[in-house]
T-cell receptor, first 113, second 112 residues
Framework: DTAVSQTPKYLVTQMGNDKSIKCEQNLGHDTMYWYKQDSKKFLKIMFS???????INETVPNRFSPKSPDKAHLNLHINSLELGDSAVYFCASSPGMGSGEQFFGPGTRLTVL | GENVEQHPSTLSVQEGDSAVIKCTYSDSASNYFPWYKQELGKGPQLIIDIRSNVGEKKDQRIAVTLNKTAKHFSLHITETQPEDSAVYFC???????????FGRGTSLIVHP
């Protein structure tokens, strides 16, 4: 019954490791996003996908690679994790490009030690 | 690109008081202005939005006003309640796109 879900909710890992965060939406939306929220609560868009195609890549390091196997899923894989990657990552979806409201997932708190 | 400034960063009020949060934006082509509420440990949730063809919109205790000439919009919460305590974000899309630029957030604390 959850609209946008993410797993895991918490992720604690060592520097240099590779990790993935999964996102699924059951709203039938065409567009999905990944946001990063830092410790000061600043929300910044990282990626936007529309119907499985990458639309926006906001100057994110190559270590971050999104993958959309179908339009209901947008996963985020991070290679060679760094301390500065520690943040809360939110997945979101919207009905389509140009649609106003975005529906956010509950977030994944990533801590890199 | 779009630059969105949000003030204040923290707002503390007594239950029953009104709260006002203000945002300015830079891109005159922006045409959609949402406000999101983020409760502790949760993702942001849309509470009200306004499009550029209207100047004001109300939904019970919440209202948003837009001044396109001055490029600013505000969130008004009346009769605040402790459950209104949260971080509030304004956003504006980059002109000609749907990608929002978020303000830096306002932490609203409503004291019982």
């Amino acid at each position: 019954d959850t609209a946008v879900s993410q797993t895991p909710k918490y992720l604690v890992t060592q520097m240099g490791n590779d990790k993935s965060i999964k996102c699924e939406q059951n709203l039938g939306h065409d567009t999905m996003y990944w946001y990063k929220q830092d410790s000061k609560k600043f929300l910044k868009i990282m990626f936007s996908y529309n119907n499985k195609e990458l639309i926006i890549n906001e100057t994110v390091p190559n270590r971050f690679s999104p993958k959309s196997p179908d339009k209901a899923h947008l996963n985020l894989h991070i290679n060679s994790l760094e301390l500065g990657d520690s943040a809360v990552y939110f997945c979101a979806s919207s009905p389509g490009m140009g649609s106003g409201e975005q529906f956010f997932g509950p977030g994944t708190r990533l801590t890199v030690l | 690109g779009e630059n969105v400034e949000q003030h204040p960063s923290t707002l503390s009020v007594q239950e029953g008081d009104s709260a006002v949060i203000k945002c300015t934006y830079s891109d005159s082509a922006s045409n959609y202005f949402p406000w999101y509420k983020q409760e502790l440990g949760k993702g942001p949730q849309l509470i009200i939005d306004i499009r550029s063809n209207v100047g004001e919109k109300k939904d019970q205790r919440i209202a948003v006003t837009l001044n396109k000439t001055a490029k600013h919009f505000s969130l008004h919460i009346t009769e605040t309640q402790p459950e209104d305590s949260a971080v509030y974000f304004c956003a504006a899309p980059r002109g000609g796109s749907y990608i929002p630029t978020f303000g830096r957030g306002t932490s609203l604390i409503v004291h019982p």
